[in-house]
């Protein structure tokens, strides 16, 4: 399973951009990242996955770059509403039932006004 | 919307009782998952299973079984709740996508709001 490397926490104020990295330098072949994020006494909502290059959703940007040892997500103009913990996870999920996600410890991004 | 509903928001329970936490998904998804969450040790896979009757272990399925009989709902039963099981438990599903690397993934998981289990 590649193990993933994440700041603990970040600060940002509204408006900004914030770009979370996310280190993964034993990234198999096959995997995907995949990035979510989570509210306090909330489950984790998916935002946003990727294999290379940049993915955009309505939501965030994931930037990939060409040798796929880290990944960065990019928040476009945050709000309060975006304080939570961000995860992110590299794998493919339960092909086969014996890879599965690891969730790590996240980061948690604080939003202030 | 996808939807995931777990039957109950929080729960309390003594020490050696059996215990059913329900998930229900609304979305036709192959897969589901009961996780569970404790401050400093994040979100721990307990078990999942891919299809109807179907089911794999996770990471900690010691003191937990499951069960799939629909396709639709997943039940965590705790056949005699310990303390040690006070926890926040969560529950997912998803579909299989094939995406650029021609590998298929369950990645995109949905999650239900979570029960939050207190064992006395």
């Known amino acids: 399973l590649a193990k993933t490397t994440q700041p603990i926490s970040m600060d940002s104020y509204e408006g900004q951009e914030v770009n979370i990295t996310c280190s993964h330098n034993?990234?198999?072949?096959?995997?995907?990242i995949t990035w979510y994020q989570q509210f306090p006494s909330q489950g984790p909502r998916f935002i946003i996955q990727?294999?290379?290059t940049k993915v955009t959703n309505e939501v965030a940007s994931l930037f990939i770059p060409a040798d796929r040892k880290s990944s960065t997500l990019s928040l476009p103009r945050v709000s309060l509403s975006d304080t939570a913990v961000y995860y992110c996870l590299v794998g493919v999920g339960f092909e086969e039932y014996g890879n599965k996600l690891v969730f790590g410890a996240g980061t948690i991004l604080r939003v202030k006004s | 919307d996808v939807k995931v509903t777990q039957s109950s928001r929080y729960l309390v329970k003594r020490t050696g009782e059996k215990v059913f936490l329900e998930c229900v998904q609304d979305?036709?998804?192959?897969?589901m998952f009961w996780y569970r969450q404790d401050p400093g040790l994040g979100l721990r896979l307990i078990y999942f299973?891919?299809?109807?009757?179907?089911?794999e272990k996770g990471d900690i399925p010691e003191g937990y079984s499951v069960s799939r009989e629909k396709k639709e709902r997943f039940s965590l039963i705790l056949e005699s709740a310990s303390t040690n099981q006070t926890s926040m438990y969560l529950c997912a599903s998803s579909f299989w996508w094939t995406g650029e690397s021609g590998t298929t993934s369950s990645n995109e998981q949905f999650f239900g709001p979570g029960t939050r289990l207190t064992v006395l």
């Open positions: 990727g294999y290379k």
């Open positions: 034993n990234i198999a072949t096959n995997d995907y």
């Open positions: 979305m036709d998804h192959e897969n």
């Open positions: 299973s891919y299809d109807v009757k179907m089911k």
